[in-house]
């Protein structure tokens, strides 16, 4: 490949950026009216400005996107995380066009987006799911009659949801009763699908996802997990590779059901199986990302390896670079991600970004979207970087962390970086000892403020 | 006359409440999705709704006037 086009904004343009770069490829990279002064933008080989703020006059209009491809004549597109990087359509129109797309086949992209159809093809498969329904629901009697067998609390889910939209937690029949509505006609606007599942709430719970890679040749691969628990509502906040939780054996047999699980849809390229985790070990698969993954640095300095060079590498038709014995987990990895929010009530603070400091350390990688003197709009997710902190063990991670967020400084908007100091001195964190409650568990975390 | 003013830049997601209702204190009457989030944003005082300011997929900037009560 010569040049790629990258469909995406932010840090996760930037990242790819980089690769491209390091293998001589070019990049080309696109922006709205929002983003026009951001890094990326000028770390390209070439940008085009591609339409107004809003998501669908910009980064979702796939009509311009193909536009600038052909006009580029470029090789592949990257879609990066979010936008079009689910959205089978889109996959099958460029690849009708000649494109390669970077990721799986649209036939899996799209049957892995629809969570019904993820959760059948699983059970099929033999890997464990979370207790539930096995076809959608469409009507709220049909719900209440589900969950009745299931028993309470249930998690109602939109079958083409995702990044923590479209999902809701039911205590009772009455709770379940009134949100069916609400969140049936929330995931039709979002997603443009009303069809809802409804699985058995599992808690205490983690969040532990694998990461895969097949190539072309039907080779699969695992390079290990990230225990993803630390989150707020539902959307992941703090990474970390190896998990503090799992032993030996249950890595190796939830690393063995993730490449079981690629291998039941032919999985190509860079993917992640979701897992939740119960008290007592049991694993259940929740759901599969057909991406790359926000959280992906973190394996990334635990195995070595630079995955976006993996993508690129598999979508030329590449085999795999190492065999499964080859791959090796070592070290530890956490991942910081600093949102534009209120750390107490985490509310958005879009704003200008007047000062912004990063300490320089020995361990310390940041990807970062914006700089001192962007704005970050209220258009996009309110990421603003990751900060990624690496050591050979778990508690020197903890103290680079530290340190690091000691001397962060970062003026003109609010963000969650002095949440993550606090969590960072809090001893369950410090020993590991966490579930997707955490952050709701602990209430002396969130400041009080007024 | 008391306004209701955005708290945040975002897009007008929803707007609850119709010219004439009443409004009670701390009632949510328009929904503003930012960053990916649906922000309600609720009337500080009880009142009459005599004047929606804006539409849906309207963008505002913190301090906008949303919604004029009487």
């Known amino acids: 490949m010569k040049k790629i086009l990258i469909a995406n904004r932010g840090e ?9 770069q390091e293998m001589g490829i070019e990049s080309i990279v696109v922006y709205s009216d929002a983003d026009k002064d951001l890094p990326y933008v000028q770390q390209a080989t070439r940008a085009y400005h591609i339409g107004e703020s809003p998501v669908v006059k910009s980064y979702l209009n796939q009509d311009k996107i193909v536009e600038i491809a052909q006009k580029e004549n470029v090789d592949a597109i990257h879609p990066g995380y979010g936008f079009l990087s689910e959205n089978g359509a889109f996959v099958k129109q460029i690849e009708e066009l000649g494109i390669a797309f970077i990721g799986p086949s649209w036939q899996v992209v799209e049957a892995m987006g629809d969570k019904v159809e993820a959760r059948r093809t699983m059970e099929k498969a033999g890997v464990p799911v979370v207790p539930g329904t096995t076809d959608p629901i469409n009507d709220g009697d049909e719900a209440i009659a589900i969950a009745r ?114 291998q039941s849809v032919s999985y190509t390229n860079a993917g992640t199986v979701e897992f939740i985790v119960d008290e007592n070990g049991n694993f259940y698969f929740l759901e599969m990302n057909t991406r790359l993954q926000v959280e992906h640095p973190v ?25 499964q014995s080859e791959v090796q987990q070592q070290g530890h990895s956490i991942e910081f991600r600093l949102y534009a929010e209120d750390p107490a009530k985490f509310l958005p603070s879009p704003g200008k970004i007047k000062d912004l400091r990063f300490p320089d350390g020995e361990g310390i990688r940041i990807d970062a979207g914006y700089e001192k003197g962007n704005t970050v709009s209220p258009f996009y997710d309110p990421m603003i970087a990751k900060i990624i902190v690496s050591d050979s063990n778990r508690s020197g991670c ?8 000691d001397s962060f400084h970062l003026e003109g908007i609010k963000t969650n970086a002095p949440l993550f100091k606090k969590i960072l001195e809090d001893t369950d964190f410090q020993k590991g000892n966490y579930t997707t409650g955490f952050l709701t568990e602990k209430p002396q975390l969130i400041e009080q403020k007024n | ?63 906008d006037v949303l919604v004029v009560l009487a």
């Open chain 1, 299 to 323: 394996t990334e300095m635990t195995t070595g390896l630079d995955l976006v060079r993996w993508q690129i590498q598999t979508a030329e038709g590449k085999p795999l670079a190492l065999l």
């Open chain 1, 398 to 405: 903890l103290k680079r962390a530290s340190d690091f967020f």
């Open chain 1, 12 to 20: 996760i343009a930037a990242r790819i950026v980089r690769t491209c």
């Open chain 2, 1 to 63: 006359m008391k306004q209701v003013t955005a708290s945040m830049a975002g897009t007008v997601w929803n707007i609850a409440v119709s010219q004439g209702d009443e409004v009670a204190a701390g009632q949510s009457v328009v929904v503003l999705e930012s960053m990916k989030m649906e922000i309600p944003i609720e009337a500080e005082t009880a009142g009459t709704v005599e004047e929606i300011k804006v539409a849906v997929g309207d963008f505002v900037n913190e301090g």
């Open chain 1, 149 to 262: 067998q299931i028993g309470y609390p249930v998690m109602l889910k939109a079958s083409a949801g995702g990044g923590g939209i479209g999902m809701v937690k039911c205590d009772n029949e009455e709770t379940l009763k009134k949100q069916f509505v609400s969140t049936q006609q929330r995931a039709k606007m979002y997603f443009g699908n009303d069809r809802m599942f409804i699985e058995k709430y599992i808690s205490p719970a983690r969040h532990i996802e694998v990461q895969i890679f097949g190539d072309q040749n039907g080779n699969i691969i695992h390079l290990f997990e990230r225990d993803c628990s630390i989150q707020r509502r539902h959307q992941k906040v703090i990474e970390e590779s190896p998990s503090p939780y799992l032993t030996e054996q249950l890595r190796e047999e939830m690393g063995r059901a993730a490449v079981k699980a690629a």
